[in-house]
């Protein structure tokens, strides 16, 4: 069975944590909208107000039968499908609990350019967007960071989140230290000496045969100004 | 067995959509920071670092010996266990899709009041604040509430978010629509008339005999200006 991943096609987004499962599975998998008529595809699927389960928004997975939306539900999905979770209940629950909390810190990172709207420009809401970014430099990525770091520090010799095999939550744990290296390297460059084992994490990811291909492919889209992750100096961390 | 919720005591926030799943099932729980010595024991489990399944912040539930953190997590648990989400893969994935959904309307409705920063008070981001809740109740609110309108509009003669049968999806929409009454009445005056299966949704979920005796209890916290939810006559939209 191919999978149909739909989001939008110029950015990484909510759906990197997507493909990046898709692609460490090694999986069958088109990503729709960034095919000829792709698009459409994904809108009218959008709009299709009478289906059995409606979508608020992209990115949205179709295996087979299944028409799946959200993010965190998507990973649960694949987790389970793929290897890519534990078998036990309280594996799984732990691995859609970090889930969770990355979902959390993508709305923060994401507010940093748009603290007032996401329907306006980020000119439009520039002078917020400065005093956000601070408080989240500052304060919020050194305690996600902190807690990630502490999970894997006290997981003994595990070498992922949920112990000796590799989980989603690891695969999106790489996408947002990747992430918030392109949009506040000057912070970033502080903070990674404080989360050696999130950085070592990071490392590993990237190592694995799967993703390093991917990486390097062009399905992978670079960061850019239209993302989640977004590089505007003046949000950075001013360098000492 | 004995369920353990942990959550700040004096507000309803996220811990109110699981003490609503607690409710509703009939089970037998303890609000452990609402008893004696019980903030301490919250914020011990909160500092405890080497444990197993580390806690990012609450609510977080103790099932024997699970401890379970993210309120969409919880939910999916309690869902499965209780009757409270359907029993096929299918149903399972589209009623945690849902909650998820509600999270994201969550923290939109937090951050009209916290626009820069939880670490700030109120009175310190107003100006920021007003913007940001005037986006809210003019472009969000509808978008959210259409969108669950539809869910039920189209679900033909089903009472309920994923047929017809209630799951935890339905208690959260409840919660959503008090949050939203007490939040911002003069906007939520305009839009219910407009949103009739999600009033209805409402109506009859506060009729179950398990909710409608919890909502008359001193179990049932008062919405007030500490929670999630905060009713700033500022932030609310104009009447016309």
């Not at 149909?4 to 692609?23: D, K, M, S």
């Not at 299944?66 to 209940?89: C, Y």
């Not at 903070?191 to 694995?208: F, G, S």
Request: aromatic letters at 10%; proline letters at 5%; hydrophobic letters at 40%.
């Amino acid at each position: 069975m191919r999978y149909e991943l739909y989001y939008w096609p110029q950015i990484q987004g909510r759906g990197e944590f997507v493909r990046l499962a898709l692609e460490e599975a090694g999986t069958d998998y088109v990503d729709v909208a960034r095919g000829s008529g792709g698009m459409e595809r994904m809108q009218k699927l959008l709009r299709a107000k009478s289906s059995e389960y409606p979508l608020f928004a992209p990115p949205f997975l179709r295996a087979g039968k299944l028409l799946i939306g959200q993010t965190a539900n998507i990973l649960l999905f694949l987790g389970a499908r793929h290897g890519l979770a534990p078998k036990s209940e309280a594996g799984r629950l732990w691995v859609n609990q970090l889930q969770l909390t990355v979902a959390d810190l993508l709305v923060e990172a994401h507010d940093t350019h748009h603290p007032i709207a996401a329907s306006l420009y980020y000119e439009d809401q520039k002078p917020e967007a400065r005093r956000r970014a601070e408080c989240f430099t500052k304060e919020r990525i050194p305690k996600y960071l902190g807690y990630f770091e502490n999970v894997l520090a006290h997981g003994g010799k595990a070498a992922f989140l949920a112990g000796r095999s590799l989980s989603y939550a690891d695969l999106s744990l790489f996408q947002v230290v990747e992430g918030l290296r392109y949009a506040f390297p000057s912070a970033m460059a502080a903070l990674e000496k404080k989360h050696p084992h999130v950085v070592k994490l990071h490392d590993r990811v990237a190592a694995r045969p799967n993703i390093a291909a991917y990486l390097k492919s062009p399905r992978r889209i670079a960061f850019n100004q239209h993302g989640l992750f977004r590089h505007y100096p003046e949000l950075d961390a001013k360098t000492a």
